[in-house]
């Protein structure tokens, strides 16, 4: 796995032909009125932009993964634009110059994660959690299994792609050696970690 600082420092010739994924931690906020976050969420996005276009000399991206999502092209992109404005930015900039949107969920799985995560949420009995978190942990293997093989059948030899996935999940997958892994952590988003747990635990 390279680091994005040691990318001038690679041999370029060393990924020619070679499968690149370059994996960016999903930010997303719901709509908010606290303008110090948006703004950290703006910034966070505009930095990942300009990381992913360094990681370029390697290759252009010409698709992209986005948890989440299970519909392709232009339907997605349009879904990201009304749920994820700041996420958008990337989106439509990288299609925009030739990348498409890939669905990489299965929506009956990606479903139920979701129904999980909400009983995580409301439940209050400890012997219940553990039942719910069972059945929770069950299904988020069975989607990461699900992203891992679509994201090795989508990406061609040769390819370069960026995947937008929570980091706790990235690590998660299951992917060939054959891919080469660059991580793209913009310098703001421990910044916005801390503002979120500050902000919630206060």
């Known amino acids: 796995m390279a680091e994005l600082g040691k990318i001038e420092r690679l041999n370029i010739e060393e990924f020619k032909g070679k499968r690149k994924l370059f994996c960016i931690p999903n930010i997303f906020i719901p709509d908010d009125e606290d303008e110090k976050l948006k703004n950290l969420v703006e910034q966070y996005w505009q930095e990942a932009i300009s990381h992913i276009e360094r990681l370029e000399k390697l290759g252009f991206v010409t698709k992209i993964f ?4 299970f519909i392709e092209g232009q339907d997605a992109v349009d879904v990201i634009r009304d749920t994820n404005p700041y996420l958008y930015f990337l989106i439509e900039k990288k299609v925009s110059q030739g990348a498409t949107v890939v669905g990489i969920e299965d929506p009956e799985i990606f ?17 219940v959690l553990q039942k719910v978190f069972n059945y929770y942990n069950e299904i988020n293997q069975k989607r990461i299994e699900v992203i891992s093989n679509k994201i ?19 690590m998660k997958l299951s992917l060939p050696k054959d891919i080469d892994i660059f991580l793209v ?6 910044d916005i970690l801390k ?8």
Request: charged share 30%; proline share 2%.
């Open 66 to 69: 986005v948890e989440t999502i």
């Open 195 to 202: 503002y979120l747990r500050d902000k919630f635990l206060s």
């Open 185 to 190: 952590v913009p310098s703001v988003y421990d």
């Open 111 to 127: 479903g139920a994660f979701i129904d999980w995560s909400n009983c995580l949420r409301i439940v209050k009995t400890a012997s």
């Open 152 to 170: 090795n059948e989508n990406l061609q030899e040769g390819e370069c792609a960026i995947v937008i996935l929570r980091d706790q999940e990235r």
